[in-house]
T-cell receptor
Framework: DTAVSQTPKYLVTQMGNDKSIKCEQN?????MYWYKQDSKKFLKIMFS???????INETVPNRFSPKSPDKAHLNLHINSLELGDSAVYFC??????????????FGPGTRLTVT | LAKTTQPISMDSYEGQEVNITCSHN???????ITWYQQFPSQGPRFIIQ???TKVTNEVASLFIPADRKSSTLSLPRVSLSDTAVYYC???????????FGAGTTVTVRA
């Protein structure tokens, strides 16, 4: 049973396109996150939702728009893709709230390559 | 914003103990210090968590001094399969924003 799943695993696209990454968790958690991991392995939080409500929105271009249709799903839509968007995007979930105290469960990642 | 700093890399040999220290000067008073492990092409996974003093589980120990401005992850008797990137995670005392360290690449050699 996969706890946190993401689709697709790989995404190759051209500059200027619009793409979406989907995330689902079957853990019953209230909080979900999107992270970006660059080529230097630095993990940066982008967004966090708690019970479908946006609670963290870091300094991310507004071309990135998260959507949470229910607390088990958090999708990431990216408009007008740029070369600098190439990275691995991780979805994660935790039982409640955005605190380091709460163990996060990560998905397998989506490797986005913009050409 | 909480600034967490870790060594970029560490090399070790099988059977040795590996200690990775993370500095987090502005940690939130009520937040725990959490460490994650990441293998290539996988998402990070939880290893251990602590608030103060020492915590031990089946895979690691975590040492936290009284001021909590740093923490040390200890991996006893590492094996080749412990080769991974290790991250510390804390919350900032001002805004509780989460801050992952830059990660420490641990390479274990035979």
């Amino acid at each position: 049973d996969t706890a946190v799943s993401q689709t697709p695993k790989y995404l190759v696209t051209q500059m200027g396109n619009d793409k979406s990454i989907k995330c689902e968790q079957n853990l019953g958690h209230d909080t979900m996150y999107w992270y970006k991991q660059d080529s230097k392995k630095f993990l940066k939080i982008m967004f966090s939702y708690n019970n479908k409500e946006l609670i963290i929105n870091e300094t991310v271009p507004n071309r990135f728009s998260p959507k949470s249709p229910d607390k088990a799903h958090l999708n990431l839509h990216i408009n007008s893709l740029e070369l600098g968007d190439s990275a691995v995007y991780f979805c994660a979930s935790s039982i409640q709230g955005v605190r380091s105290s709460y163990e996060q469960y990560f998905g397998p990642g989506t490797r986005l390559t913009v050409t | 914003l909480a600034k967490t700093t870790q060594p970029i890399s560490m090399d070790s040999y099988e059977g040795q103990e590996v200690n990775i220290t993370c500095s987090h000067n502005n940690i939130a008073t009520n937040d725990y210090i959490t460490w994650y492990q990441q293998f290539p092409s996988q998402g990070p996974r939880f290893i251990i968590q602590g608030y103060k003093t020492k915590v031990t589980n089946e895979v690691a120990s975590l040492f936290i001094p009284a001021d909590r401005k740093s923490s040390t992850l200890s991996l006893p008797r590492v094996s080749l399969s412990d080769t991974a990137v290790y991250y510390c995670l804390v919350g900032d005392s001002d805004d509780y924003k989460l801050s992952f360290g830059a990660g420490t690449t641990v390479t274990v050699r035979a």
